[in-house]
C-alpha cells in the first residue's frame, strides 16, 4: 500500500513536471514537424507477465495501457522505417517504434498476440544461448525467478505472425562493453546472429547491445556489425533519435511500467533533449562496395 502511495505520488510529480513544460512541448513539436525534424522515439520492453514482476517487467494491464496510448498519440513504425527517416533527415510527425530484449516466453502468452491483433510491428531482440538451452537468463536467476526463454517455435511463429522482426542480442548476454578478445566479440556478435538466422530461417538485419548503457557499447563490436551487414545497432540509455543523426547508431527509451514517465519522454521532454548525450562511434572505413550509408 506504501509502495503504491509513494508511486502515485511520483507520477503526480512527474505529471506536473510534464503540464508545466506543456507550452515548450507545443511550440518545439510544431517547429519540428514544420520543418521535418519530428523526432524517431524507439522503446524497449523486455517481459509483459503478472507473474514474478521484475524490474524489467511490465504487467499485461499497463503493457495495454501503453499500446491504448501508442496507438492514440503516435505513428507505430516499424524500426527499419523508423531508421529510413533518420537517414532520410526527414519526419514530418513523431513516430514510435517497438522492441524487446532478451526473448521471454511469456511475450508469447500475451504481449506479442496484443501487438498482432493491433498490427503493431515491433523488433524482437533475442539472446541465443538462452533459446537454446531454455534456462531463465541470469539476470532473473539471481533474483530467484525463473521466466523461461522463448523457444525456437514461439520464434518462428512470430515471425508468422508478420509484425515481428527477430533481431541479434548476443549468445550469452555478455557486458561487450567489458571484452577484449576479438574471438569472444566475433562470437558474441557476429557468429551467435548468424546461427540465430540459421534457427528462425531468416535474416537478422538489427541488433541490440545487452543492458546498452555507453559503457556496454564497443566499438570494435559496431564496425564488426557493419562489415557484416547488420543494418544498424541499438543502445538503451534513453535518447530521441533526430533527422540527420547516425542512423547506423538507434537510440531507445525504456519502455517504463509508469504511464506518465513514457509520457514524459514520447511529448518530449526539454531535459533530456538537452541532457543524453548521444554515443558517438568511431567508425572505421568499410571496405569498398560494401553499401556504406551516408
Ligand atoms: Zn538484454
Request: some cysteine.
Amino acid at each position: 500500500m506504501k509502495l503504491r502511495n509513494m508511486n502515485a505520488l511520483k507520477s503526480a510529480i512527474v505529471d506536473t513536471y510534464t503540464m508545466a513544460t506543456w507550452p515548450w512541448r507545443a511550440r518545439f513539436r510544431q517547429v519540428h514537424a514544420r520543418v521535418g525534424m519530428a523526432p524517431v522515439m524507439v522503446l524497449f520492453y523486455h517481459r509483459v507477465a503478472d507473474r514474478d514482476v521484475t524490474p524489467w517487467t511490465i504487467t499485461c494491464d499497463d503493457f495495454r495501457r501503453h499500446l491504448d496510448y501508442l496507438q492514440a498519440k503516435f505513428e507505430i513504425v516499424s524500426l527499419a522505417e523508423g531508421q529510413r527517416r533518420i537517414a532520410m533527415r526527414f519526419n514530418t510527425d513523431p513516430c514510435v517504434a517497438i522492441t524487446f530484449d532478451d526473448g521471454y516466453g511469456d511475450n508469447s502468452e500475451f504481449a506479442i498476440p496484443e501487438l498482432n491483433a493491433r498490427q503493431m510491428p515491433a523488433t524482437y531482440f533475442v539472446t541465443l544461448g538462452n533459446v537454446l538451452s531454455g534456462e531463465p537468463f541470469a539476470h532473473d536467476a539471481k533474483l530467484g525467478i525463473s521466466a523461461r526463454p522463448n523457444s525456437v517455435a514461439e520464434l518462428r511463429e512470430m515471425i508468422a505472425g508478420g509484425n515481428i522482426e527477430i533481431g541479434g542480442h548476443t549468445r550469452t548476454h555478455a557486458d561487450i562493453g567489458s571484452l577484449h578478445d576479438p574471438a569472444r566479440i566475433q562470437d558474441e556478435v557476429i557468429d551467435a546472429t548468424r546461427e540465430l538466422e540459421q534457427l528462425i530461417d531468416q535474416p537478422i538485419r538489427y541488433f541490440a547491445f545487452p543492458f546498452g548503457l555507453p559503457a556496454n557499447l564497443n566499438d570494435a563490436a559496431i564496425n564488426l556489425l557493419r562489415q557484416n551487414g547488420i543494418l544498424a545497432f541499438c543502445s538503451a540509455y534513453g535518447g530521441y533519435n533526430f533527422p540527420g543523426d547516425d542512423p547506423y547508431h538507434i537510440q531507445r527509451i525504456h519502455g517504463d511500467s509508469e504511464l506518465s514517465r513514457l509520457r514524459n519522454w514520447l511529448t518530449i521532454d526539454p531535459r533530456k533533449v538537452a541532457g543524453v548525450p548521444r554515443y558517438q562511434p568511431r567508425y572505421t572505413r568499410l571496405p569498398e562496395s560494401s553499401g556504406e550509408q551516408a
